[in-house]
């Protein structure tokens, strides 16, 4: 007995959904098919009705990662809470953000990996970075908008920066005076 087409996009959309954590969590290579395919309660044989390869899944969860700022900005527009420059900031450089990296922005939990991957993850990475980009710059004051993309460069490179090396160390401690120093700096220089 068949699936209907909205059962085989509903398991589609789950597969994705946990693969995106599981990647950001463990990175590209950190978990298989088999193990992904058990956590979805599928076959690894269901795989192949989803996906034609693995690296097809690859992009399309690392792209499913990609786009919670502009998802954010666009629920402000609709009447959703506000998003400003400085709690961009504070959302990013928090405990939480830090210990939950399954749930957390793609670029600090797999920058290293999307580096070393083919031209097709690099290529969906560039253009959500170009977006990000344009988001923060967006939030910035003034007309000048060279000086908002190279304050949105600065910005964005420094909360990609903070997070990684954040969860990088073992002195809580340590990783807290990193969050903490990043944004009062990047506060700061607006």
């Not at 590209?28 to 899944?57: C, N, P, Q, W």
């Not at 970075?129 to 910035?140: E, H, K, P, S, T």
């Not at 964005?156 to 090396?165: C, D, H, I, N």
């Amino acid at each position: 007995m068949g699936h209907s087409k909205a059962e085989k996009t509903k398991t589609h959309k789950r597969i994705v959904k946990i693969a995106s954590k599981r990647f950001r969590e463990g990175g590209l290579a950190g978990i298989g098919i088999a193990e992904l395919m058990k956590e979805a309660g599928l076959t690894v044989g269901g795989f192949y009705k989803h996906f034609d390869s693995r690296d097809d899944l690859v992009a399309e969860a690392v792209s499913s990662a990609f786009g919670g700022w502009q998802r954010r900005v666009d629920a402000a527009t609709s009447g959703g809470p506000p998003v400003s420059y400085a709690n961009l900031i504070d959302e990013y450089l928090n405990g939480a953000h830090r210990d939950n990296p399954g749930a957390g922005c793609a670029f600090s939990a797999l920058a290293g990996d999307i580096a070393r991957s083919d031209k097709r993850i690099r290529a969906l990475a560039s253009e959500q970075i170009r977006n990000d980009l344009q988001v923060i710059a967006g939030l910035l004051p003034g007309k000048d908008k060279r000086a908002a993309r190279s304050k949105a460069i600065l910005t964005f490179s420094a909360l990609v920066g903070a997070m990684s090396l954040a969860r990088a160390v073992s002195d809580e401690a340590l990783s807290r005076e990193i969050l903490n120093t990043i944004s009062e700096v990047l506060k700061k220089r607006r």
